[in-house]
């Protein structure tokens, strides 16, 4: 299978989290996709256990305030890029990148002081993709071409 260029930053569709056109890093150093939360918290709902999060921080243009809840998650511990082991929540979700759509795992994490709200890990880079570190935007460009 011949993989796809990708390149260090982009916009892609998060449909599960009602997110079209959001500015993704790709970061073929990190392991897993990372997404900036406002709020998590595990909570009681309906008599299950679910986490409960919003995206995104609130001065970011892509910001709600809607409440989601899933009762599939999981904690475990990672090593930031700085060195720093802290746990973390992690969530299924799709992610729509050249028009295709893949499940994959994201942290949750605060990414306020990064420039990009999301991070693209090899744990989906692996799949079908090759980074250029010298483009960007590729399949945000296609996504326009196609719709035209």
């Known amino acids: ?12 569709d998060l449909p599960d989290f ?3 056109n959001i500015h993704v890093k790709v970061d073929s150093g990190a392991y897993s996709c990372s997404i900036d939360c406002h709020y998590y918290q595990e909570i ?8 409960e999060v919003i995206f ?5 243009p892509l910001y709600t305030g809607d409440r989601y809840y899933f ?12 060195g720093k082991v802290q ?11 050249f028009g ?10 605060k990414r306020h002081e990064m420039k990009n709200p999301i991070l693209i ?3 989906l880079l692996n799949k079908e993709f090759l980074v250029d570190s010298s483009l960007v935007n590729l399949s945000y460009k296609n996504k326009k071409k196609v719709a035209k």
């Open 71 to 82: 009762p599939l998650y999981r904690l475990k511990r990672v090593k930031s890029s700085i």
């Open 1 to 12: 299978m011949e993989k796809i260029i990708i390149g260090r930053k982009d916009k892609v």
């Open 121 to 123: 890990g090899r744990k």
């Open 44 to 51: 009681e709902k309906d008599g299950q256990r679910v986490l």
């Open 18 to 20: 009602g997110l079209e």
């Open 56 to 60: 995104l921080e609130d001065n970011h």
């Open 100 to 109: 295709k759509e893949y499940e994959t795992e994201f942290s949750l994490s």
């Open 87 to 97: 746990d973390r929540f992690f969530i299924q979700g799709k992610i729509v990148v």
